[in-house]
């Protein structure tokens, strides 16, 4: 194995945190770039549910997705929002999204997603073992929440290829919920919790420590923005603080924001934000003790240090739109339909950016227009889960060890082929 080259990460969401670290692990000198400190508001891996995934291998576009679209966005408290002038801007990503949604390419996708995701909850371990951010993972179950079985059986075809994959659970009817946690109302009336999943109690807390980890052991963090990468005569170069450093190789992990690199090394990536919510209640009258997903309004409700959060959605409006008020509203509409007797002293609202591809997985590997850049984004609705195990690929592929796992299906230069 090759050691003691000298690496440069751009963005230190849980992505590029995670890359760092098992780069600087490998014996490398490591520096990771970001414009913001790790656990900063502005990442998307400040605000997200917290929770690791680990069977969330169903892609958002599955069979049918059409019939659903229009009841998704016109209902008040439909999961689905559009800021309407950005649509031809989204087109380019929405007709091959619409398309992957067909059953033979739902399971393919499914397939890849497993191999980044079945093991996420002992890859975070692994990352985070003996460090601070180790105390803020949680292990249990993770229940979907229905008002009845009925609801359930409408999301057979996820639940069955989830099986498919491994994953395991119970069926709960309503006195069994009941048991887990009394405060729940009539809208709860049938969950499947999902066995051995995990979450985190603080998501920027979990960055910020992991960063803490990192520099502990040697790593460097430099706050600025990266204004450029480019491919350099013999190695490729960072450009931050008017500074132009070469590095031995450079790994781009800057989230939502990588597709203006990818598209100066002359890549096409059509990375879009997903954008996404969430609402903090600040000193709950209660929490649950495990998080669930309220299947029918697309958002998870997940016990945190600092209350409980509801988080999840989708809108589109592109990167840099201001954050809108409907998707917060459904928060507060929605938790007191399931806990009517919940109380709070305060909120804490938030907009955070998935980084999406149109086939729903990220792009992991070496560019094949750069030498020496690598990619390490798109992870869109996991990536808090993939991020740990996204970056000991990555560092296994620049250590010349080839991952026990296709990584065809991540391919970065899949969408220059298309
Ligand atoms: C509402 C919501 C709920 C979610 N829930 C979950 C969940 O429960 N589980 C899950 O697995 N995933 C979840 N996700 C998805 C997950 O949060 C993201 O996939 C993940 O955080 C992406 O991490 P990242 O490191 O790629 O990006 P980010 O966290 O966005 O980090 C990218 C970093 O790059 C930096 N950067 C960008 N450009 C530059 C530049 N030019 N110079 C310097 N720095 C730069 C940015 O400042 C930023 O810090 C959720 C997302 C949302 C929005």
Aim: charged share 25%.
């Amino acid at each position: 194995m090759t050691s003691g080259l000298n690496i440069g990460v751009v963005g230190a969401g849980i992505v590029g945190v995670s890359t760092a670290e098992w780069l600087r692990r490998d014996g490398h000198n490591v520096t990771l770039f970001d414009r913001v400190k790790p656990g900063s508001t502005e990442q998307t891996s400040y605000g997200n549910a917290g929770l690791l995934a680990r069977t969330a291998v169903i892609p958002a576009s599955v069979p049918g997705i059409l019939r659903h679209v229009p009841s998704m966005l016109f209902d008040k408290d439909g999961p689905l929002f559009l800021k309407w002038s950005y649509l031809p801007k989204l087109m380019p990503w929405l007709i091959p999204f619409l398309r992957n949604g067909r059953e033979s390419r739902v399971r393919e996708i499914a397939a890849a997603l497993d191999t980044i995701l079945g093991d996420s909850v002992d890859q975070h371990f692994a990352l985070a073992k003996g460090t601070a951010a180790e105390t803020l993972i949680e292990t249990g179950n993770y229940a979907y929440i229905y008002k009845d079985r009925k609801g359930f059986e409408k999301d057979a075809f996820g639940f069955a290829i989830r099986r498919e994959h491994g994953a395991e659970w119970e069926e709960w009817d309503r006195d069994a919920l009941l048991e887990q946690d009394p405060n729940l109302s009539e809208d709860a009336g049938f969950a499947v919790a999902l066995k051995d999943h995990g979450w985190i109690r603080d998501p920027g807390a979990y960055t910020a420590a992991l960063l803490d980890a990192f520099r502990a052991g040697g790593g460097v963090f430099r706050l600025g923005e990266v204004s450029d990468i480019a491919p350099g005569a013999e190695r490729p170069l960072i450009t931050a603080g008017g500074e132009t450093i070469a590095f031995d190789h450079i790994v781009v992990a800057s989230g939502v924001w990588s597709r203006r690199m990818a598209e100066r090394l002359g890549h096409k990536v059509p990375l879009e934000a997903e954008r996404g919510y969430h609402m903090m209640f600040k000193n709950p009258s209660h929490k649950p003790s495990i998080p669930y997903m309220m299947a029918d309004a697309k958002f998870a409700v997940t016990p945190m240090d600092g209350g409980l959060r509801c988080a999840g959605l989708i809108e589109f409006g592109g990167i840099d739109a201001p954050a809108s008020d409907a998707p917060l509203e459904i928060f507060e509409r929605r938790i007191k339909r399931i806990y009517p007797s919940l109380t709070w002293d305060s909120t804490e609202s938030w907009m955070g950016r998935r980084p999406s591809t149109p086939d729903s997985l990220p792009l992991i590997g070496h560019s094949t227009k750069a030498k020496g850049v690598w990619f390490a984004f798109g992870a869109q609705h996991v990536g808090l889960t993939s991020g740990p195990k996204t970056g000991r690929l990555v560092a296994d592929m620049i250590a010349g060890r080839t991952p026990n796992m296709d990584m065809t299906p991540f391919a970065t230069d899949r969408f220059d082929r298309a």
